[in-house]
């Protein structure tokens, strides 16, 4: 009886495929592969589901799975190969057909498999890194990957290297296999290439300081001096700026997964600075020729400054590490000074000051880690004589943590 109704189902799909076949529309979607189980209780849904309402369908074939009359249905597959006919009637459309096939298999195997980042060397591979398309679909999990350590070889000198990686399946005494290459970096291989645009980047910013600094001294050259000529007062202001560092070395780096280039910077350090100073003569007690400026002097000034490292920075887009420790300085003192000619010439200078001076750490993508601001009280002065004798001194008198 089973075995007549079979029949009979083969007898009608073959008739439905000569109606078909002159009529024959795209809408039942894809073929599918199914994979085969011990007790035969391996199903699959077939067709798909219309972009419209208002379709009729009435699917025909073996072994299906509960209505028949929807656009999506279940098949229980049992042999080889089966194909499911469809027919899906409209208002607007008329009559349509369409036919899915589906292929039972007792095997799985590893169609393709498509890498998707690159690695350090050191990293893990992990399967899930990889594009992985089975047949039948949906056995991904099962594949087992080798290596699972990213290696970059210590005799290749090219910071990328491309290695192999392994893909097995194993099922019902089947073992299916695939490989494909991944791009393995280690950025302590130089990379000869020409300065990045990070970089350059970079030594802008730099620059703008440097420019900061640049008009401070034009200001002292071309206002302050000026006006100090031909005044009793001696007014004075020196700016500085200074960068330590080695030349750059560059190579590339794989920051989540992309690679990117890189640049180092061993030993870098920033450090500018700017002080004023003015010297008002006291009238019964120096000489008010400008050209001669002798005796005792009252001495007002403030200076400020910043440093930053020295530190290592490797910059590596968004992976980049970059740590820098720094200070920043603001100094006013007052004193005296008696002098001879003129202060570079023969001259004593004593002066009481505070120094007010807080602490940083930066590392990059953080807010700025400030410490607690240190206020400290000193003696300070020097004694010039000419160029044969600078002995300069510095004693502190005390020092105090701000909250």
Known sequence: ????????????????????????????????TVLKVPNNSQEVTIGQDSEKDGYCYQWVGPHIVGDSNKAKIKVNPRFPKEDYFVKRISDCDGVE????????????????????????????????????????????????????????PTTEENPEWLQSVNFRLEYNNHTSHKSTKVS???????????FNPEFLEFEKKLKEVEDVLDLALKIKEGILLPLSKGS?????????????????????????????????LPGW????????????????????????????????GFSGGVSLGPTYIVWRGKCSYVEIPGEFTVEIHGGARVQALDKDFLSLTAQLGGVASRAFSWKLGQPFDIGR?????????????????KVPFNIVLGEVVLE
């Open 184 to 194: 393995v970096i280690n950025d302590s291989k130089p990379l000869t290439i020409s």
């Open 373 to 389: 601001a240190k206020l400290q009280c000193t003696l300070s002065g020097e004694v010039v004589a000419t160029s044969l004798l």
């Open 1 to 32: 009886m089973r075995k007549m109704k079979y029949i009979k189902s083969m007898i009608v799909a073959a008739l439905l495929l000569l109606v078909w076949l002159p009529a024959q529309a795209q809408f039942a979607g894809e073929d599918k």
């Open 269 to 300: 350090g920033f450090s500018g600075s700017i002080g004023c100073e003015a010297a008002i003569p006291i009238p019964a007690l120096s000489c008010p020729i400008p050209c001669a400026k002798t005796g005792l002097f009252l001495t007002l």
């Open 232 to 264: 009793p007062i001696d007014i004075g202001c020196d700016p500085s700026f200074n960068i330590s560092t080695a030349v750059p070395t560059f190579s590339c780096y794989c920051c989540e997964g992309k690679r990117v280039n890189t640049f180092n």
């Open 97 to 152: 057909y369409d036919k899915v096939t589906v292929k039972l298999v007792d095997t799985i195997s590893i169609v393709s498999v498509k890498p998707t980042r690159c690695y350090n060397d050191g990293d893990t591979i992990k399967r899930e890194h990889f594009e992985i398309v089975t047949l039948p679909e949906g056995y991904e999990s099962m594949v087992i990957v080798t290596p699972i350590i990213a290696n970059h």
